[in-house]
């Protein structure tokens, strides 16, 4: 039973560019909604969150957007760095548990 | 403090042997849980602690599984008659308990196992 399904495992665009990196949830109990990035071979850091009674949250070059009736969530960043280059994970969470989708391998091209 | 540390970073095991992992959170965090990813699929949730209590595991956590953190401060995960299938990257976090966002967890490097 996949919850938080993340369909593009990869995604490249180009330095100074929009990146848009999708997600869709099933599970409507779910609290919060967060995106994690990582690094090769250094664990997963947390990047922005969303309460699930939100539809926008922004932080610097980072928005995130919910849309509950879809259970849809984006992630923006603007303008893309080649340092944002990571695999982005897509997460909801109610109480202590965190569900993670499989992520998306985001590459910025300088 | 240098963040969630995991040792080893990587193990290689022969199929029914069993392997330990240790973990040291971060040092004022009595939250830590407990983590497993495999190939192309994000990390899944196996077990938390609060404190020295193991408050919730998951259905993934089978019998040879065994986790504990005796003294509320590192943990140490067990599996016991290793399978080829429990061959993945463990990862441990930890989190400070009633710090507004209970969701943000710091993770470990992880530590890959390879059952051969």
């Known amino acids: 039973d996949q919850q938080v399904k993340q369909n593009s495992p990869s995604l490249s665009v180009q330095e100074g560019r929009i990146s848009i990196l999708n997600c869709d949830y099933t599970n409507s109990m779910f609290d919060y909604f967060l995106w994690y990035k990582k690094y090769p071979a250094e664990g997963p850091t947390f990047l922005i969150s969303?309460?699930?009674?939100?539809d926008k949250n922004e932080d610097g070059r980072f928005t995130v957007f919910l849309n509950k009736s879809a259970k849809h969530l984006s992630l923006h960043i603007v303008p893309s760095q080649p340092g944002d280059s990571a695999v982005y994970f897509c997460?909801?969470?109610?109480?202590?548990?965190?569900?993670f989708g499989e992520g998306t391998q985001l590459t910025v091209n300088p | 403090d240098t963040g969630v540390s995991q040792n080893p970073r990587h193990k290689i095991t022969k199929r029914g042997q069993n392997v330990t992992f240790r973990c040291d959170p971060i040092s004022e965090h009595n939250r830590l849980y407990w983590y497993r990813q495999t190939l192309g699929q994000g990390p899944e949730f196996l077990t938390y602690f609060q404190n020295e209590a193991q408050l919730e595991k998951s259905r993934l956590l089978s019998d040879r599984f065994s986790a504990e953190r005796p003294k509320g401060s590192f943990s140490t995960l067990e599996i016991q008659r290793t399978e080829q299938g429990d061959s993945a990257m463990y990862l441990c976090?930890?989190?400070?308990?009633?710090?507004?966002?209970?969701?943000?967890?710091?993770f470990g490097p992880g530590t890959r196992l390879t059952v051969t």
């Open positions: 976090a930890s989190s400070p308990r009633d710090k507004g966002v209970a969701y943000e967890q710091y």
């Open positions: 997460l909801g969470t109610s109480g202590s548990r965190l569900t």
């Open positions: 969303i309460s699930s009674i939100k």
